[in-house]
């Protein structure tokens, strides 16, 4: 059995660590409350501008659609895998990251496939193994649309010069606290809309509807990718919540039960103590 200033040694540097975790769990509960207010706040404009764009190019042939919408033969890819800057977030990196790899080898064997990472997480695992062309790990510094528009803004123009053939984001989806749900969600082309939704709806379009889609392309396009990072930005503070909640009540526990072995410690050594008194006075007597 440790002596008993080990197990105070311990039992102080848990409490140490006990404090640091507790604290990065309110820290990340404040940012998740603004975060979760964003996403929450941003999901149905980007569902119904992505709506509206599916149902306006069903009506469009290719050339008054543009190029975003064209379908070609898959040849190539370039996967966007959204992670974040720091770790202490439980499975939250590790979770995109292996959804990325079996995205590869799966999905996409025998294509060639290219990365593109936001986030130092999934950059640092995944440029071992695969090519990886840009790796924005600054875009969480300064989360905003206009960042991100120049992100999109690449894509697009990777896509249309016909370097790829598809382009997919995969990140994770915020559900709550607690839950965050691995997505992989087409990028370009276009995808388009399922079944007759929406098709027949009656628009009144004004100047035209080939200049208001060419125009709403972009914009959409730039809200999906914004959505997305914004939706990784929230799940990143959930699960880091989550995993200080989880540490601090392993450590209060681990903290316990070395209280309790210092205590039967403490207890031993004043009782062998108190025999060597008691042994000690016995044999003055006799």
Do not use: W
């Not at 306006?56 to 992670?83: F, H, M, P, W």
């Not at 995993?243 to 309790?260: C, F, P």
């Not at 072995?261 to 207890?267: D, E, F, I, L, V």
């Amino acid at each position: 059995m440790a002596n008993l200033k080990e197990i105070r040694n311990r039992i102080t540097s848990i409490g140490s660590t006990m404090q640091i975790t507790s604290a990065m769990k309110m820290v990340s509960a404040a940012k998740l409350k603004k975060a979760q207010d964003a996403i929450t706040a941003m999901r149905p404009y980007s569902s119904k501008l992505t709506e509206l764009l599916q149902s306006l190019s069903a009506t469009l042939d290719s050339d008054a659609g543009g190029a975003y919408s064209t379908q070609r033969e898959v040849n190539k890819v370039l996967l966007v895998a959204v992670t974040s800057n720091r770790g202490l977030c439980g499975g939250f990196n590790s979770s995109v990251i292996k959804e990325t790899v079996r995205t590869i080898q799966g999905k996409y064997k025998g294509v060639t496939v290219d990365l593109l990472t936001i986030g130092k997480k999934g950059n640092d695992i995944l440029s071992k193994d695969y090519t990886v062309i840009e790796s924005r790990n600054d875009i969480f510094d300064d989360l905003t649309f206009d960042n991100v528009s120049n992100v999109a803004e690449k894509l697009m123009n990777l896509y249309v010069d016909g370097a790829y053939d598809k382009i997919e984001l995969i990140y994770n989806r915020f559900k709550n606290a607690a839950t965050q749900e691995v997505q992989v969600e087409q990028f370009l082309p276009i995808k388009p809309i399922e079944g007759d939704a929406n098709v027949n709806l009656d628009y009144i379009f004004e100047p035209s509807k080939e200049k208001i889609v060419l125009e709403l392309i972009p914009k959409s396009l730039k809200t999906q990718l914004y959505k997305a990072i914004r939706d990784s930005f929230a799940a990143e503070h959930g699960a880091r919540m989550t995993a200080m909640h989880k540490a601090t009540d392993n450590a209060k526990e681990l903290r316990d039960d070395l209280l309790l072995t210092y205590n039967k410690a403490r207890q031993a050594a004043i009782t062998n103590e108190i025999l060597e008194i008691v042994g000690g006075a016995e044999a003055l007597n006799n």
